[in-house]
């Protein structure tokens, strides 16, 4: 008996361990990836549900779920609120300089259109296309939203993001026995789907000039 208990705390204690760090990792670095636009959000939270889809925890996938979606909710409130106090600001903010940097001209004039169009129902699709999320957020800036809009907005966009990029992570992980394997795929197809838009837009520039050539 003795040895059984031994053996099973031997099991659980490194799984264990690994939520202890994991967690409040995968919280702090979407935090950061949402203040500053450079860190890989979405291929964490995917690399982050292989690794739960292959424990023994059956709550593991929720709380990859709800620590992403609140992490993304939280680094998306804090910089908004920073853009807001740059607006206000008559010399600015580097906040508010460094969102505009990150938003073209034609990003940001589509999404203004798709603000005035749609409302904040547009911030849900803003964080699931690549390279959405600063245009439709300067955009709501520039439009003077009240935090509490932006929030309530934000919201399901948060969850619809972590929900997406937690199945990208299920469907890699799914292939797989070994975890690091199911990682290497899901971050792999992160990375296809995020660069699918841009790429797409190159073939279909580079066809126009054809036709007009």
Known sequence: MRTTLLAAAATIAPESTQQAVAYPSLFLLVVIGALVP???????????????????????????????????????????????????????????????????????????????????????????????????????????????????????????WAVTYQVIGLLGGSLFAEPWQGVVAAVALTVVISAAPSVWKRLRRGSRSDQHA
């Open 38 to 160: 450079v860190v890989p959000t979405g291929a964490l939270v995917s690399s982050a549900s292989v690794v739960a889809l292959h424990q023994t925890a059956p709550l593991s996938l929720l709380w990859v779920f709800l620590v992403a979606s609140a992490a993304a909710f939280i680094g998306d409130t804090g910089l908004y609120w920073l853009g807001r106090r740059g607006i206000r600001s008559k010399n600015g903010s580097r906040w508010l300089s460094a969102l505009r940097d990150r938003a073209p001209e034609e990003r940001l004039a589509q999404a203004q259109d798709k603000l005035d169009d749609h409302g904040v129902a547009v911030l849900v699709l803003s964080r699931l296309v690549p390279a959405g999320r600063i245009p439709v957020m300067l955009a709501c800036l520039l439009a003077k939203m009240p935090l509490r809009r932006f929030m309530r907005g934000n919201l399901p966009a948060c969850l619809a």
